[in-house]
């Protein structure tokens, strides 16, 4: 993204959170939700569950304590492992995001070198690489020495490294853990359920935190001045600890959401898997789909697959994830879920595009019905950025590559392939259907668009034109070296609304356009006061449109997850009142 204010928050995985590799979809999850909203996030990371113990047990010699440079050399690769893994693991989710070493930021540790404190930091270097890339993985724990070589920051050297992170920028700091906050005592051993604290003064955290967050982080905290929250993945709310007075939560916990999927395709399989990780918040209660024994030899549970729509609604979910291919019986579900009052989730561009006017109502608003965000970009956010945009700089033109397949189909062809080889490997990796009518034709980019126009510009749209790919779009215009095709779809803003097109376009080489690659989308957001705002990403692909519905199912569930409050608060109010 470019032209844009942005905030910057720094989240901070543990070891209790990324035990494993398996691990890494849950801090995915945690850092898009808030990329796609306009935040700069920087992920600081701790090793993965065990790997610190493992390296020190490996450097143990037999006679002798390992030399201090040495040993916070070896430890400091445990860090910078599940940095490098969580990376990679954004970028199969279409995020972009990059490694950050401490080295790389003058990130400064003076001290004794197995418990050293941070001391400096080059934050116009920091900044600098978020103005590049919106997303930075850090790993925590050490640091150059002042001396020389490494440091280690001693236990809860991670939590230190986010938040010195957070007093250098005046940043947002989130310390993500595996329960939901700070307890009046450690609720893995409390015999009864201890008391949640909305709100911890520093002297209550230094007392209460105990192994959750080591008390050096939270002194420092005190002595900066910066207030922190404590959060669980996935749950919505938390402790937020900072000057003031303690404060307990209600008492009323958050509970599982009962959710079920409609389709298990390449969409619905994704958000099946993805859910393994979220146990803890959902409860997959049903599946539809048309022959459960195929689905079932792939190991879903037989309990969870079902044939029709009625079926569905008797599990009495409470948040629909529908993934089915066209109109129908997508439509029909989603009538069914509107009217018991259900949450959707859905990724069916076909159907928000034909019933837009039908919807509408059901589309915007923070706790809105129905979240669509996978629609359109997959995991770039573009529905979001032209939200936050339109209510300060009237959005005037669109003007984007917004279909994964056909820039998949076109950047191979220029690579040399054929038109059918390219079009076989883009099926083979899950990027086109098996019938790819949809993609060529234009009429998926075009669906795509006039979205985007319903959102950036209101009124009607208005189809000027819409043109696919063939063989003969793929190569160089005129033979032309110096440009490449690329689909493009345009829209712009008219006294009744927008105007749009899609049709392949010769771009000049070099063009923020022109140089997508692979399924990579790009959008570029032109605003009345002539800012050009970027965004690129991958828009197609099981992993990216997954990530994009998870966040808009999390979003749902802290909705439920308010309601709730509210409906366990109202007897208490009602007493109050009754008793004035």
Request: aromatic content about 4%.
């Amino acid at each position: 993204m470019s032209n844009w204010p942005l905030d910057t928050v720094i989240l901070k995985f543990g070891s209790s959170v990324l035990r494993t590799q398996d691990s890494l979809p849950l801090a995915v999850a945690e850092i898009y939700r808030r990329y796609r909203h306009g935040a700069r996030v920087i992920a600081v990371v701790s090793a993965f569950e065990g790997v610190t113990n493992g390296l020190l047990r490996e450097a143990k010699a037999p006679q002798e304590a390992p030399d201090p440079e040495t040993l916070a050399a070896l430890l400091s690769t445990g860090e910078i492992s599940s940095a490098a893994h969580l990376v990679l693991a954004l970028h199969r989710a279409g995020v972009p995001a990059r490694m950050v070493d401490p080295r790389d930021i003058e990130l400064t540790a003076a001290g004794e070198r197995s418990n050293a404190q941070l001391s400096q930091l080059n934050t116009k270097c920091l900044n600098a690489l978020l103005e590049q890339t919106p997303v930075l993985a850090v790993p925590g724990f050490f640091a150059p020495a002042v001396q020389g070589g490494l440091a280690l920051l001693g236990r809860g050297g991670s939590d230190l490294t986010a938040l010195y992170l957070a007093a250098q920028l005046r940043a947002t700091c989130i310390l993500l853990k595996d329960v939901a906050g700070l307890y009046e005592s450690d609720p893995a051993t409390a015999v009864r359920t201890p008391r949640r604290f909305a709100h911890a003064d520093y002297s209550t955290a230094l007392r209460c935190a105990g192994p959750l967050v080591q008390p050096k982080a939270i002194a420092f905290a005190r002595d900066q001045a910066l207030t922190l929250d404590i959060a669980q993945v996935g749950q919505s709310g938390g402790t937020r600890i900072g000057e003031g007075p303690s404060i307990i939560a209600p008492s009323a916990g958050q509970r599982r959401i009962r959710v079920a999927l409609l389709g298990l395709g390449s969409v619905g399989g994704g958000m099946l898997d993805y859910l393994e990780h979220f146990t803890d918040r959902f409860d997959v209660v049903a599946a539809l789909v048309r022959t459960p024994a195929k689905h079932a030899a792939r190991g879903v549970s037989p309990l969870l697959l079902v044939q029709t729509p009625e079926e569905v609604f008797e599990r009495d979910p409470e948040i629909i994830i529908e993934a089915l291919p066209g109109i129908e019986p997508a439509r029909t579900c989603l009538e069914l879920a509107l009217s018991a009052d259900l949450r959707v989730v859905t990724a069916n561009k076909a159907l928000i595009a034909a019933h837009w006017s039908s919807l509408n109502v059901r589309l915007a608003g923070p706790h809105r019905q129905i979240r669509y965000a996978a629609a359109v970009g997959g995991a770039v956010p573009m529905l979001e950025v032209i939200e936050r945009l339109s209510m300060h700089d009237p959005i005037v033109a669109l003007r984007g590559a917004i279909n994964g397949t056909c820039s998949y189909v076109l950047d191979r062809c220029a690579q040399g392939e054929s038109f059918d080889q390219a079009l076989n490997h883009a099926q083979a990796q899950g990027l086109a259907e098996t019938d790819p009518t949809a993609d060529l034709s234009g009429l998926d980019a075009a669906r795509k668009i006039e979205i985007l126009g319903r959102v950036a510009f209101g009124g009607e749209p208005a189809r000027d034109l819409v043109s696919g790919i063939t063989e003969a779009s793929c190569g160089p215009s005129d033979g032309d070296p110096n440009t490449s095709m690329a689909l493009i779809a345009e829209a712009r803003r008219v006294p009744s609304g927008f105007v749009f097109r899609v049709a392949p376009q010769a771009l000049a080489r070099g063009e923020f356009l022109a140089d997508a690659r692979g399924a990579e989308n790009r959008l570029e957001i032109i605003t009345r006061s002539g800012a050009c705002v970027r965004l690129k990403g991958l828009g197609a692909g099981r992993i990216p449109t997954a990530t994009a519905m998870i966040a808009d199912l999390l979003e749902h569930a802290g909705v439920i997850d308010a309601d709730d409050a509210d409906r366990a608060s109202q007897p208490s109010l009602l007493g109050a009142a009754l008793r004035a």
